[in-house]
């Protein structure tokens, strides 16, 4: 179902996903250009979700997907902002929060969300983030190393990235986050099993973010499915 949120910046769409009580995960896709490799992916974890009797909500983050919101003008602040926003739309009690299921740089965005616990996939540190980006930036060949984009008068700096014109400040304030910690709520950390840092699980699957199209694991989604529904009713014991 589509459904949409309010935030201080405007309105955002989200889907939403199986019954309308019981546990709750709210799924954040990564920033910018893995947010389009990772979405069909990210349907389909929710709906396996649904399946096994956990709702879900995948909301669109400012300046993303189909966000009317002008990524130009997005701060990593009000980014995190709709994100608590869509969390309290939900309307749930102190005593019922939803648990937070983010990928890659989305686990960069659930800060303020009031939240049951968090379970990561492949989470990404906004200093590895902007690394990639830069990587990205320069082996362009329509902007060539160090370019920056053409600049609209009266605007931040802005840094074009894979047809993304993202504001400097947004990369600089990335720079110091991290992705995991949050603390003393619930944490599970799930990684792909050739992944170097740690995790409370390693599961076999595709790194669909490196991918040049968007694609999809339909198997590697029910794997996680299971293992945020397992996760979920340990937490709720």
Known sequence: MIDQYVWRGGKELMLRFGPSEGPLAIVTLPLFEEANRLRAFAVTLCRALADAGVASVLPDVPGQGESLTDLRSCTLANMRSAMAAAGAALGRSDRNLPYSVALRSGALLDQDLAKAGRWLFAPQSGDNLV????????????????????????????????????????????????????????????????????????????????????????????????DIVAWIAACER
């Open 131 to 226: 690394q990639v980006l830069d990587r990205i930036r320069r082996t362009s060949d329509r902007l060539g190393p160090g370019a920056s984009g053409k600049q609209d008068v009266g605007t931040p700096p802005l840094v074009e990235i894979a047809g993304n014109r993202i504001p400097a400040r947004l990369l600089e304030s990335l720079r110091a986050e991290r992705a995991d910690g949050d603390g003393d709520l619930p944490q599970r950390i799930v990684r792909l099993s050739h992944a170097f840092q740690p995790a409370d699980q390693m599961v076999e699957g595709s790194a669909l973010w490196r991918r040049a199209e968007p694609g999809n694991d339909p198997t590697l989604a029910a794997l996680l499915a299971s």
